[in-house]
């Protein structure tokens, strides 16, 4: 089944531990991106990858790290989390750049900062 | 203040009515405009598609207008279902930036 996953799901966790949230795609899609999403604001992009090796900065990429060694991965990293980074995360994935493709979203990664 | 305004931010409606949500945007040049379902706790899932030369496209029960001129689009819901309880999320996309708005949180009720 063509799908994008995350894990963890669910994460309580202190300000200042470090912290990794796997993304990973089966369809063998160029671009990826993550997101955070806050009540009453609409998605908001941190980073994208348009492609292995290649990333660059969102809207809101303070505070956060990623990388893309390989296609099929797009992990997003906190090194010292805040309890503003406290949000839901997708992770999300499309084949290329071309306007009309369609993008698929992770089921999403709810995160707490204490 | 956001590219992409949505209303109302949330409605209750009773199975088998329709509805119709709103989307205002302010991007412009566009490539395309989107409305996606988002049910609790899940991703966003494309429902339509919609580029600068169409005013309408449906699928299924869903059917989302777009003026250009004006800059809105809609997305109608016919005889809702319990299932169609989501959020709506209306996105435009300039090139390779998106933009989301915050979306409408629609409650059907039996």
């Known amino acids: 089944e063509a799908q994008v996953t995350q894990n963890p799901r669910y994460l309580i966790t202190v300000t200042g531990k470090k912290l990794t949230v796997t993304c990973s795609q089966n369809?063998?899609?160029?671009?990826m991106s993550w997101y955070r999403q806050d009540p009453g604001l609409g998605l908001r992009q941190i980073y994208y990858s348009m492609n292995v090796e290649v990333t660059d900065k969102g809207d809101v990429p303070e505070g956060y790290k990623v990388s893309r060694k390989e296609k099929r991965n797009f992990p997003l990293i906190l090194e010292s989390p805040s309890p503003n980074q406290t949000s839901l995360y997708f992770c999300?994935?499309?084949?290329?750049?071309?306007?009309?493709?369609?993008?698929?979203f992770g089921p999403g990664t709810r995160l707490l900062v204490l | 203040k956001n590219q992409v305004e949505q209303s109302p931010q949330s409605l209750i409606i009773l199975e088998g009515k329709n509805c119709t949500l709103q989307?205002?945007?302010?991007?412009?040049?566009?490539?395309?405009l989107r409305w996606y379902k988002q049910d609790t706790g899940r991703g966003p899932v494309s429902l339509t598609i919609?580029?600068?030369?169409?005013n309408t496209k449906s699928n299924g029960r869903y059917t989302a207008t777009l003026d250009a001129d004006t800059k809105q689009s809609s997305l109608h819901i016919t005889a809702s279902q319990l299932s169609d309880s989501a959020s709506y999320i209306c996105v435009v996309r300039k090139s390779e930036d998106m933009r989301f708005g915050a979306g409408t949180r629609l409650t059907v009720k039996p």
């Open positions: 919609m580029t600068f030369s169409e």
């Open positions: 999300a994935s499309r084949p290329g750049t071309s306007g009309s493709e369609t993008q698929y």
């Open positions: 989307c205002n945007y302010t991007v412009s040049p566009f490539s395309n």
């Open positions: 369809m063998n899609h160029e671009y």
